[in-house]
């Protein structure tokens, strides 16, 4: 599977998490993706930091600079949207009133750890809205390839500095569907052009394994 | 009380050291004539507070990649790869404070609050040399508050006593700048003469300065 294909593979399957009316914040990247795959019979609420909800796709023409999403980019706002100050934002979504947060990550751990803010001597961005929306967000989906070129990211412990202790629900990669529960990583669903040998070896955390179903991704 | 000041008069408010609170998200809502007249005046060693560390061509980043920012207080410098340079090579001190708490810091330094409670980077490097609270059974970072000399903001509709209305999302961090600082200068988009009182967002008494935006 080329990168491209893994990523809409991932982004398909996240975006049958979400409930018609729920709240959500989706990270810039791959998760922005997600917002391509919504089913026809699910509404959700699109929630931006910088300061709406009811974020509409990017504009083809006619932009208005005045609209942007979190990355600073162009966008447009849907019927009923609204826009809000940082304060307000902020108590939306540290106030546990985002339903679901949709972030890539560098690492994951076994106790719902992750780390995606910095690489100390390489990448400094900074946690930006990240620690706030984890800590906050009733439910935590991170969305990222399994592995990173083969390199584990799905770990006993986070080695990178945190972002979050213990915050995180699910993860969905092009190999499966992983849930955090009190004991580890419970694998809930696998996607057939992988054995499960295989997804437990691109895998330094311990799965636990129960008769997982097939990763659904129909349309 | 005429609040009017010509981007001329702007050099009797700012001086080498201040610190400024800057309006805008990633540049959005960033009083750009201003920050080209700072830029200008190069006053120097500033402290400046904002969300991020703006683009190199727009908002902040001018600043900073012209070497006048000793301290920046911000969530997020990403966009702006000089700002990740000069932290690196240790010409600039970068604080990097989570987003949500920039915001509530900046909000109890304007309305008279020791600080705020919340759970947001807990267990993480952000914690270090913090006060951990228990309230309720549940843990909390103590963060304090935040104040700054001078904000600048950016309004799109500004009457002339000062009253702000801000667009879409130019709003973000503008509204509670104007409260934390002990001056406060508005860039205008447009000076109006009317402004319903139900939709003002900034009420003009935290407003010193209107500038008006040049086109």
Known sequence: ????????????????????????????????????????DVTINLQSENGLIGLGPVPQDNIDYDITNAGGQP????????YFDSAMSFAIIRGGHVDVTVLG??????????????????????????MDLVTGAKKVIIAMTHTNKGKHKILKKCT????AKHQVNL????????????????????????????????????????????????? | MNKQLSIEQLKQHVFDGMSIMVGGFMAVGTPEGI???????????????????????????????????????????????????????????????????????????????GGVLTPTGLGTIVEEGKQILNIQGKDYLLELPLRADLAILYGTEVDTFGNIVYTKTTRNFNPLMATATDKVIVEARDIVEYINPDHVMTPHIFVDYIIKEAK
Not at chain 1, 160 to 163: F, G, S
Request: hydrophobic share 45%; aromatic share 2%.
């Open chain 2, 35 to 113: 920050v080209d007249a700072l830029l200008e005046m190069n006053v120097k060693d500033l402290t400046l507070i904002c969300n991020d560390a703006g683009l190199p061509e727009k908002g902040i980043g001018k600043l900073i990649n012209n070497g006048q920012v000793k301290t920046l207080i911000a969530s997020h410098i990403g966009l702006n790869p000089r700002a990740g340079e000069l932290m690196g090579s240790g010409e600039m001190e970068v604080i990097l404070v989570p987003q949500g708490t920039l915001a509530e810091r900046i909000r109890s330094g304007g309305a008279g609050l």
């Open chain 1, 171 to 219: 993860i969905v990669t092009e190999m499966g569907v992983m849930e955090i529960q009190d004991d580890g990583i419970h694998l809930l669903e696998y996607n057939n052009e992988f054995t499960l040998e295989e997804i437990q070896d691109a895998t330094e955390a311990k799965l636990i394994i129960n008769q997982p179903k097939i990763m659904d991704l129909e349309e």
């Open chain 1, 105 to 130: 990550s560098l690492q994951v751990d076994e106790s719902g750890s992750l780390a995606n803010w910095i690489i100390p001597g390489k990448m400094v961005p900074g946690m930006g809205g990240a």
């Open chain 1, 1 to 40: 599977m080329d990168i491209t294909a893994m990523k809409h593979l991932i982004a398909k399957r996240v975006a049958k998490e979400f409930k018609d009316g729920d709240v959500v914040n989706l990270g810039i990247g791959l998760p922005t993706l997600v917002a391509n795959f919504i089913p026809n």
């Open chain 1, 160 to 163: 990178l500095p945190l972002t």
């Open chain 1, 75 to 82: 966008v447009t706002m849907v019927n009923g949207g609204m």
